[in-house]
Antibody, heavy 121, light 107 residues
Framework: QVQLVESGGGVVQPGGSLRLSCAAS????????MHWVRQAPGKGLEWVSF????????YCADSVKGRFTISRDNSKNTLYLQMNSLRAEDTAVYYC??????????????WGQGTLVTVSS | DIQMTQSPSSLSAFVGDRVTFTCRAS??????LNWYQQKPGKAPKLLIY???SLQSGVPSRFSGSGSGTDFTVTISSLQPEDFATYYC?????????FGPGTKVDIK
């Protein structure tokens, strides 16, 4: 069965950096697009970033542009999110989510359990 | 960006009730509309895609309809496990955007 397991969350000071990982199993990781979606405490869902199955195409939300970078290592079945210049408003649970197709179909058919990032001094 | 709204923001219902809630897009998204169910402390789960197609494993008491800008989910007979928050999301254009959610709780 499909499993997505995020790690790397924690408490970081404003302006700091963090790298999230998402280990995938139960499907052919290298053939699917992948996303990061976040949810601030008590709030709704916000799409953060997308990467094509082969890493050739990436998109991200305006709110994180220039600060967050999505990447993947298909040899390790792992998705990453490098987060720099973190702000208090980046505090959220970060979910990795599988796209139903190889590109940006934006249908999130499987989700990880999430990892909490808290930006606070 | 396409803005998504949902109504009502919350509703209370009894087990066995027929429940309907809606989603509206700020511009046409054709049938590129997905619904997710989220229970407290859990990740969202894909319920309905392409406005009316049930994701594998989702009970048939759920149904979705609509196209263009207006969409609806109906639960024909509410079950205890259906109490959750439901989010719509447009997959028509980048960035994909979510509605604010409809919380369904026990009356």
């Amino acid at each position: 069965q499909v499993q997505l397991v995020e790690s790397g969350g924690g408490v970081v000071q404003p302006g700091g950096s963090l790298r999230l990982s998402c280990a995938a199993s139960g499907f052919t990781f290298s053939t699917y697009g992948m996303h990061w979606v976040r949810q601030a405490p008590g709030k709704g869902l916000e799409w953060v970033s997308f990467i094509h199955y082969d890493g050739s195409v990436k998109y991200c939300a305006d709110s994180v542009k220039g600060r967050f970078t999505i990447s993947r290592d298909n040899s390790k079945n792992t998705l990453y999110l490098q987060m720099n210049s973190l702000r208090a408003e980046d505090t959220a649970v970060y979910y990795c989510a599988k796209d139903y197709g190889s590109g940006n179909y934006y249908r999130f058919d499987y989700w990880g359990q999430g990892t909490l990032v808290t930006v606070s001094s | 960006d396409i803005q998504m709204t949902q109504s009502p923001s919350s509703l209370s219902a009894f087990v066995g009730d027929r429940v309907t809630f809606t989603c509206r897009a700020s511009q046409s998204v054709s049938s590129s509309l997905n619904w997710y169910q989220q229970k407290p402390g859990k990740a969202p789960k894909l319920l309905i895609y392409a406005a009316s197609s049930l994701q594998s494993g989702v009970p048939s008491r759920f149904s979705g309809s609509g196209s263009g800008t207006d969409f609806t989910v109906t639960i024909s007979s509410l079950q205890p496990e259906d109490f959750a928050t439901y989010y719509c999301q447009q997959s028509y254009s980048t960035p994909p955007t979510f509605g604010p959610g409809t919380k369904v709780d026990i009356k």
